[in-house]
C-alpha cells in the first residue's frame, strides 16, 4: 500500500504491473490459506456461499460510508459524520422506498445523506468551523432527525412503528442461472482449493441485489473520476494544496462544498442499503457505528478506492461470521496466524527486523489461542475492524499517505 | 474597552445560536404538521419540583463529561472517547464498589479513585498511540470508544448476574452509598450527594488553567504546538498527561448517579452522555461557567421535553435536533465573531499607532 | 536598443492608474501607478511590507482593487479570480511555491488548465516540449516532493507557460535561490523575453534588478514612488527611493571576542527517521562577546542546527555544551534555563501566541522562573509589570499589554520576542533571521540590541539569509551546505562573491 501508483497509465505501467502481479500473489496466497485452514479444522462454513454473501452484505454499508470519507478527506474535510449522514440515509430509503418503491428509495437514501453533507460543507467549508467538531454535531442532528423522522411519519403506517418500518419493497435480486447452480455444487465438494473458488462465484452469482452490483459499481466509479478526470485531479488537489488551487483558478470552496455533499450522499447509500437490503426494514439506530467502521476502513485502506475495497471486505467478514457461524469464529484464529506468519517473512525478506520478530509473536500467540481453546466469544470478533484500524495506525503509519491538506480550514483568497 | 467587547462577543455568539435553534425546531415541528407554538409552551413551561431535582442531577453528569472534553479542547485534542472511557470506567468501579473490599464511607474513595484510574487509562492509550505512533487521537478514541462497549458487554455476559432480562453487577453496600439531600418533598426525589463532585472539579479546572504553570503548557499547547515546544513545554508528555486528566474526569461522570440512585451497573446505566458532554463543551466555549450554563440548558432540554409524549403528538426526540442545532450554530457564531474581533482589533491598534505617531509605515502583517 | 524598440510598440502590456487596496487596519496600496512595456523585463522593487505583494495579487486577480484601473494590452480588464488574469495571459509565480506535493509535475501543470490538452498523454507532450524549448529538464511523471528547489521554480515557469501567459509576475523568485540559480533563471528569463514575453520581476535586491530589468518601478508605503532605468542609475539612488532615506548598513565596530568559550559543539550529527544525513559532523565554538554567522542557502540544515541546540530535536550523534556545561540530554526547558535564548525563524510559529495577550506571550519559554512564576503558580502582576517594562524597553508600538499578539504588526512582534529573550540574561543566543519580514526601522533597532548585547558579553549564533546582515554583525561566518560546515570566513575580507560559491558547494576544495 506504501506504493503511489501514478495515476497517468503511460509511465506508471511498469510499476501498475508489478503491483499488480503482487496483488495476484497475495489472492492466491490468501485462497490456498483459506482452504488448507478449512480443511484443517473442518470448519466448512468459512468461506461457503452463504457466509460469503452474508460478508457481503455486511461489507456494502462500511464500503459507501468509507467511500464517503474518501470523496471529502480527498478534498480536504474530514468527515466523522458519516455515521450521522448514514443514519439520516435509512430514514430517507424507508420513506421513498415505502411511498415509490425501491429505486427512489436508493435516491431518498442519498438526498437525505446528501443534506446530511450540506450541514456538514455549510459549517465546514463556509463557516471555517473545525471539521471535527461539526462532524460530532452533524451526528448528533442526524441521530436526532432520524429519531423524529420515524416518529412523525412511521408511527401510524401499516408495519411501522414510534422506531421501525417494515415490510418494505426490496430490490430485485439477481441469480445467474446455471453458473450459479453449478458453482454452489461444487462448492460443496469440500475440496481443496477449487471449492473455495467456486464458493466464490456462487456467492456473486446468486441472489445477487441490484444494489450490491449498485454499491461496488459506486466505488469503481468514485475511484474513475477521482483519478482519471480533470473534475477528479481538481478536487484532489483541493485536499492537497488549496492554495495552489486557487490560484489556478479551481473555485477550491465550489468543489469542498460537491465533495462533502457527495461524500454524504454516499454514507446516505450506505444507509439505504442497510434498511433496504441488509435487513428486512428501517430501525433506528440501526447504524451501529458503521459510519465510524467507514472511516476506520479509510484509513486502513490509505485513502485509495482498493484498499478501501479490502478493509471493508475485511471488516464486513469479521462482522458477519460470528452471526452466521460462531464456531468458525476459532477457526479464523489459525487463519490470522498463517497471515500475521507471511508479514513477519516479508518483513524479514525486506530486512526490518524489529517488525518482523513482532509479526512472528503475535502469529505465535494466535496460533496459541488457536489451540488452546475451543471457541471465541462473539464479541472479540466484533471488535476486529476498530482494533486492526488501530494497530494498522500504530505500526504503518509512515506506509498511510493522509491528503496533505485534510482537515485544514481553507479561506477563500488565501491564495499568495 | 476591548474587554468589554470580548464578553459581548462571547455572549452575542451562544444567543444567536439559541435563536436559530429556536427557529428551526419550531420550522421542523411545524413542518411535521404539530403546532410549534404548542411544542415552546410544553418545553418553557415552570418545571415541577421533581422536574428541577433532575436537571441538577442530569446537568452535573454533563457538566462532568463537557470538562472531560474541554480539558482535551484546551490544548486541541479530540477526546471524541469520553463515551467510552466513562463507560468502562462506570463499570470497574462497579465491580470495585460492589465487591466490598473495604469498608463504608472508604469504599466510596476506593470507587472514585479506580473509575478515574480506569478512565486515565483508557483515556492514556490514545495519548501514548498520538505520542509515540503519531496516531490521531479523534480516530483512536472512536475505536477505543467501540472497544470498550464489546468489553463490558462481554464481561457483563459473562460474570455479571442475572437480573430479570438483563445482567448487573453485584449492588453496592448500604454504607457505601452516597446520601442525596431533598430540597423539595421526598416524593419529589433528592439531588445526589456527588453532584459537589461536578462543583470541585470545576472549580479544580479554573484553577489550575488559568493559575498554574502546568495550565499555562496546557494552553500554550493548544494555542500552539510549535511555539509550546520552541519554550521548552514537553508536548508529549502534556499530551498524554492531558489525556489522562480528561479520561479521569470522564470516569467520575456517571459516578454520581452509581452511588446515589443506580448502586450497580446494569440497566441503569445512562449512556450517551459522552457525546453530548463534547456538544455542551462547544456550547461553553470550553470555559467552567458556559459549560455550567450549556450543561443546564441540555439538561433542561431534555428533562422538559418528557412531557411532550404525555402532553402532544410531538415527538421529544424533537430536542435532539434542538441540541445539535444549537451546537454546530454556536460554533459557527463563534467563528465569526472571533474573525470579526480580530480584525477589529488590528484596525484598533493601528488606528492608535497612526493617531501617536502620523509618519509610521502601513505595513501588513502577514 | 530593445527598450528602443519596445517604445515604439502601440501598447503597454499592463497600465495601472491609481489602484488602492486596504485590509482591516491596514493600507495596502493607494495610488499605484505602473507602465509595463510589451516584451520588456519590468522590475518591481521595494522593502518588505511596501505593497508589492499586495499589487501582485491584484493583477493576478487573487485581491480586487478597491479603486483605480488595470488595463491589459490596451483594454481595461476587471479581474473576479485569477481564471480571468489567465485568460489575459497574465501567469503568476509565487514566491512560496504553489505545488501540491503528492501530486506530479503533470498534474501539477495541468491542474486548472485541463482543458487545453486533457490531462493525458497529449498533455504529457506539449510539457515535453515546452521543458526542451527552455531546457527546464523536468520529468512529467516525477512527484514533485521529489524536486529540489531549483526544478520546483521550474515548474512553476512551466505551469505559467503551459497556459500560454505572455506576461509573467515573478514573485521574489531570487529568494530561495543560490547565485548560480539565478544566473541559470536570468539565463531563463532572457530567453522568454527574447520570444516576446513580457516579465514582472519582484525583488528587493538591486543589484540583480540593476543586473535584468530593461525598467524599474519603486514602491514604498503601499505607493509607486519613482520610476528609473537601470542605466544611469546608481544601486545607492534605487535605495534611497525605497528606504526614503540611507539603507541601515549592520557596522559592528571593534571586535569584543574573549577567550572564553560559551557553546561548544563537537561532531552534531543529525538523522531523519528515514536515517537520511540532516547534519553531520558539526563543530561550533562561540566565545563571549562573540557573533557567529552561519550562512547558507535555506534548507542547508540551519533550522535543524539550531532546533538541536535547543534540544528540540534529538542529535545522532555529538554533544552540545554551554559554558562548560554538557548540555547534549538537556531538554528545552533546561537549555533556556541554562541562559540561552531563542529568537525563532518563524515567529508565528515558534515565538509566539497569537492569540493569546502579550503579557501571556511574556511568560512564554519562562515557565520556569521568575518574574513570571512563583513556584508552581503563575505571577500574573509580576509577568504584566515585566511585560509594560519590556514594551516601553523596546519600544513595542501596541495599545497595551492586554493586546493580542496576532494585532501587532511583524516588526512590533519581533521587537516583543527581542525584548522576551534579552530579560532572561542570557549568555547565549541563538538569532534566526531576526530580522526578516520586519520594517526598516524594527530591523535597525534589532541589530542594535544585538550589537549591544554582544558588547556586554552575549555570545550570539547568528543565522541569516541577508549575506549583508551576516558580513555586517558577525565576528565569524561559517558556510552550511547539506548538514556539513564547508568553510570558515573573515567578514571584514570576504564577499557575497565568495560566500556564494561555498553555499552552492562549486569551491569546496579552496573553502576547507
Not at chain 2, 484553577?207 to 519554550?231: H, I, Y
Request: charged share 20%.
Amino acid at each position: 500500500m506504501s506504493i503511489t501508483t501514478s495515476p497517468t497509465e503511460q509511465s506508471a505501467a511498469p510499476r501498475t504491473r508489478s503491483f499488480t502481479y503482487l496483488w495476484l500473489l497475495i489472492t492466491l496466497g490468501a485462497i490456498v490459506s483459506v482452504s488448507a485452514v478449512r480443511l484443517i479444522t473442518g470448519q466448512g462454513e468459512l468461506d461457503s456461499p452463504g457466509s460469503l454473501r452474508a460478508a457481503i452484505l455486511a461489507t456494502c454499508p462500511i464500503l459507501m460510508a468509507a467511500i464517503g470519507g474518501l470523496w471529502s478527506e480527498r478534498a480536504g474535510v474530514v468527515n466523522i459524520g458519516l455515521e450521522g449522514q448514514m443514519i439520516l440515509g435509512t430514514w430517507g430509503a424507508a420513506y421513498f422506498t415505502y411511498y415509490y418503491g425501491p429505486l427512489i428509495g436508493v435516491l431518498g437514501a442519498a438526498l437525505l445523506g446528501a443534506v446530511g453533507g450540506a450541514l456538514h460543507a455549510l459549517a465546514t467549508v463556509t463557516f471555517g468551523v473545525d471539521h471535527i467538531v461539526s462532524g460530532v454535531a452533524v451526528n448528533i442532528i442526524g441521530l436526532g432527525a432520524a429519531e423524529f423522522l420515524a416518529e412523525a411519519y412511521f408511527a401510524n403506517l401499516p408495519g411501522g412503528g414510534v422506531k421501525q418500518l417494515t415490510g418494505l419493497d426490496r430490490p430485485p435480486d439477481f441469480t445467474v442461472p446455471g453458473l450459479a447452480a453449478g458453482a454452489d455444487s461444487l462448492s460443496d465438494k469440500g475440496w481443496f482449493v477449487i471449492s473455495d473458488v467456486a464458493s466464490f462465484v456462487a456467492a456473486l452469482t446468486t441472489s445477487l441485489n441490484l444494489l450490491t452490483i449498485l454499491v461496488f459499481a459506486l466505488v469503481a466509479f468514485s475511484g474513475w473520476i477521482l483519478w482519471r478526470t480533470a473534475f477528479g485531479l481538481r478536487l484532489r488537489s483541493c485536499g492537497e494544496n488549496p492554495q495552489a488551487a486557487e490560484s489556478l483558478g479551481v473555485h477550491v470552496l465550489r468543489y469542498k462544498w460537491v465533495a462533502v455533499v457527495v461524500s454524504g450522499a454516499m454514507a446516505g447509500i450506505g444507509g439505504g442499503f442497510l434498511a433496504l437490503v441488509a435487513s428486512s426494514g428501517f430501525v433506528t439506530g440501526q447504524t451501529g457505528g458503521r459510519g465510524y467502521i467507514g472511516l476506520a476502513a479509510m484509513i486502513f485502506g490509505n485513502w485509495r478506492p482498493g484498499g478501501i475495497l479490502a478493509g471493508s471486505l475485511m471488516f464486513g467478514y469479521t462482522d458477519s461470521l460470528p452471526l452466521r457461524s460462531a464456531d468458525t469464529v476459532h477457526a479464523l484464529l489459525l487463519l490470522v496466524a498463517i497471515g500475521l506468519i507471511a508479514l513477519a517473512l516479508w518483513r524479514f525478506v525486506r530486512a526490518e527486523r524489529r517488525q518482523s520478530v513482532v509479526f512472528a509473536f503475535l502469529a505465535v500467540a494466535f496460533l496459541a489461542w488457536f489451540s488452546l481453546t475451543d471457541a471465541v466469544p462473539r464479541e472479540f470478533t466484533g471488535m476486529t475492524p476498530y482494533i486492526a484500524t488501530l494497530l494498522v495506525l500504530a505500526f504503518a503509519a509512515q506506509r498511510l499517505r493522509m491528503p496533505a491538506a485534510d482537515g485544514q480550514i481553507y479561506r477563500k483568497g488565501s491564495a499568495g | 474597552m476591548t474587554g468589554l467587547r470580548r464578553v459581548g462577543g462571547a455572549l452575542v455568539a451562544p444567543l444567536v445560536a439559541v435563536v436559530a435553534a429556536m427557529l428551526i425546531t419550531s420550522g421542523v415541528v411545524a413542518l411535521s404538521g404539530s403546532s410549534a407554538l404548542e411544542f415552546w409552551q410544553i418545553i418553557l413551561e415552570p418545571p415541577a419540583s421533581r422536574v428541577y431535582v433532575n436537571i441538577v442531577n442530569q446537568a452535573s453528569m454533563i457538566f462532568l463529561s463537557a470538562l472531560a472534553a474541554a480539558v482535551g479542547f484546551r490544548m486541541n485534542l479530540f477526546n471524541i472517547g469520553v463515551e467510552g472511557q466513562y463507560r468502562l470506567a462506570s463499570y470497574v468501579a462497579a465491580v470495585v464498589v460492589g465487591a466490598a473490599i473495604v469498608p463504608g464511607p472508604l469504599n466510596i474513595l476506593l470507587g472514585l479513585v479506580v473509575a478515574m484510574a480506569t478512565g486515565a487509562v483508557w483515556a492514556g492509550i490514545a495519548g501514548v498511540l498520538r505520542v509515540t505512533r503519531g496516531v490521531s487521537e479523534v480516530i483512536s478514541t472512536i475505536m477505543l470508544n467501540a472497544i470498550a462497549l464489546t468489553l463490558v458487554g462481554y464481561f457483563l455476559s459473562t460474570y455479571g448476574i442475572r437480573a430479570g432480562n438483563s445482567r448487573r453487577t453485584e449492588i453496592i453496600p448500604e454504607s457505601s452509598r452516597v446520601p442525596g439531600f431533598f430540597p423539595f418533598e421526598e416524593r419529589d426525589g433528592a439531588i445526589w450527594g456527588l453532584v459537589v463532585l461536578a462543583l470541585v472539579m470545576g472549580i479544580a479546572f479554573t484553577f489550575v488553567l488559568n493559575r498554574t504553570r502546568f495550565g499555562f503548557d496546557l494552553r500554550a499547547t493548544g494555542m500552539s504546538e510549535t511555539a509550546a515546544v520552541a519554550s521548552g513545554v514537553k508536548v508529549g508528555r502534556m499530551i498524554v498527561i492531558s489525556m489522562m486528566i480528561s479520561g479521569a474526569i470522564a470516569g467520575l461522570l456517571w459516578m454520581p448517579s452509581f452511588f446515589g440512585a443506580a448502586y450497580s451497573y446494569g440497566t441503569a446505566f445512562q449512556a450517551g452522555l459522552g457525546f453530548t458532554g463534547i456538544a455542551v463543551a462547544l456550547l461553553g466555549r470550553n470555559r467552567p461557567l458556559g459549560i455550567m450554563f450549556g450543561a443546564v440548558l441540555f439538561a433542561f432540554l431534555n428533562e422538559q421535553s418528557n412531557r411532550l409524549t404525555l402532553q402532544s403528538d410531538i415527538s421529544q426526540n424533537v430536542v435532539q435536533i434542538t441540541q445539535g442545532v444549537i451546537v454546530l450554530a454556536v460554533v459557527v457564531a463563534y467563528e465569526v465573531v472571533r474573525r470579526r474581533q480580530a480584525a477589529a482589533e488590528q484596525r484598533a491598534v493601528t488606528r492608535r499607532l497612526e493617531a501617536e505617531k502620523p509618519t509610521a509605515g502601513q505595513e501588513v502583517s502577514a | 536598443m530593445s527598450a528602443m524598440a519596445a517604445e515604439t510598440a502601440a501598447t503597454d502590456a499592463i497600465r495601472v492608474r491609481g489602484v488602492g487596496k486596504r485590509f482591516p487596519g491596514v493600507i495596502a496600496n493607494h495610488d499605484v501607478d505602473i507602465d509595463i512595456r510589451t516584451g520588456t523585463v519590468h522590475a518591481l522593487i521595494g522593502e518588505n511590507g511596501a505593497g508589492k505583494s499586495t499589487l501582485m495579487k491584484i493583477l493576478y486577480g487573487v485581491q480586487k482593487p478597491d479603486e483605480g484601473t488595470l488595463t491589459v494590452n490596451g483594454r481595461e480588464v476587471s479581474f473576479a479570480s485569477p481564471m480571468d488574469a489567465i485568460s489575459e495571459g497574465i501567469g503568476m509565480v509565487f514566491q512560496h511555491f504553489m505545488l501540491a506535493d503528492n501530486l506530479t509535475v503533470l498534474e501539477n501543470v495541468v491542474l486548472g488548465a485541463e482543458k487545453l490538452h486533457g490531462i493525458g498523454d497529449k498533455a504529457r507532450d506539449e510539457i515535453n516540449r515546452i521543458s526542451k524549448t527552455y531546457g527546464f529538464g523536468l520529468d512529467p511523471d516525477e512527484l514533485v516532493e521529489d524536486l529540489g528547489v531549483g526544478e520546483r521554480q521550474r515548474v512553476e515557469i512551466l505551469k505559467v507557460l503551459y497556459r500560454g501567459a505572455k506576461i509573467i509576475i515573478l514573485d521574489e523568485p531570487t529568494a530561495v535561490l543560490v547565485p548560480q540559480e539565478v544566473d541559470a533563471l536570468f539565463d531563463n528569463l532572457r530567453e522568454l523575453k527574447n520570444e516576446g514575453h513580457t516579465i514582472l520581476f519582484i525583488s528587493h535586491k538591486l543589484d540583480e534588478v540593476l543586473d535584468i530589468a530593461d525598467d524599474i518601478t519603486v514602491m514604498r508605503r503601499g505607493t509607486t514612488v519613482g520610476a528609473a532605468k537601470p542605466e544611469g542609475t546608481t544601486k545607492h539612488q534605487l535605495a534611497e527611493l525605497m528606504v526614503g532615506s540611507e539603507l541601515p548598513s549592520p557596522e559592528t565596530g571593534e571586535s569584543t571576542v574573549t577567550e572564553h568559550t560559551l557553546l561548544e559543539v563537537r561532531d552534531l550529527t543529525l538523522h531523519d527517521e528515514f536515517g537520511r544525513a540532516l547534519l553531520s559532523d558539526i563543530d561550533l565554538t562561540i566565545h563571549k562577546g562573540e557573533v557567529l554567522g552561519i550562512a547558507g542557502v535555506e534548507g542547508n540544515g540551519q533550522a535543524e542546527l539550531v532546533e538541536t541546540i535547543m534540544g528540540m530535536r534529538k542529535p545522532s550523534a555529538g554533544t552540545v555544551a554551554v559554558d562548560g556545561k554538557d548540555i547534549t540530554n538537556w531538554d528545552t526547558r533546561d537549555r533556556r534555563g541554562a541562559g540561552i535564548g531563542y529568537i525563532p525563524e518563524d515567529r508565528h510559529r515558534h515565538g509566539l501566541l497569537l492569540d493569546a495577550p502579550l503579557w501571556e506571550n511574556r511568560i512564554l519559554g519562562f515557565q520556569d522562573r521568575p518574574p513570571a512564576v512563583k513556584g508552581i503558580l503563575i505571577d500574573r502582576a509580576a509577568a504584566r509589570a515585566d511585560a509594560e517594562r519590556i514594551v516601553s524597553q523596546y519600544d513595542v508600538r501596541t495599545p497595551g499589554i492586554d493586546t493580542n499578539a496576532r494585532a501587532l504588526s511583524g516588526g512590533n512582534q519581533q521587537k516583543l520576542i527581542v525584548g522576551r529573550e534579552m530579560s532572561g540574561e542570557p549568555v547565549l543566543l541563538i538569532a534566526a533571521h531576526p530580522t526578516r519580514g520586519v520594517d526598516v526601522g524594527a530591523q535597525a533597532a534589532i541589530w542594535e540590541h544585538i550589537k549591544k548585547a554582544r558588547r556586554q558579553g552575549l555570545a550570539v549564533l547568528l543565522i541569516s539569509a541577508d549575506l549583508d546582515e551576516l558580513i555586517g554583525l558577525s565576528d565569524r561566518i561559517e558556510v552550511i551546505l547539506r548538514g556539513r560546515l564547508v568553510g570558515e570566513f573573515d567578514p571584514q575580507s570576504v564577499t557575497p562573491q565568495d560566500l556564494g560559491s561555498a553555499m552552492t558547494g562549486a569551491h569546496d576544495e579552496e573553502a576547507s
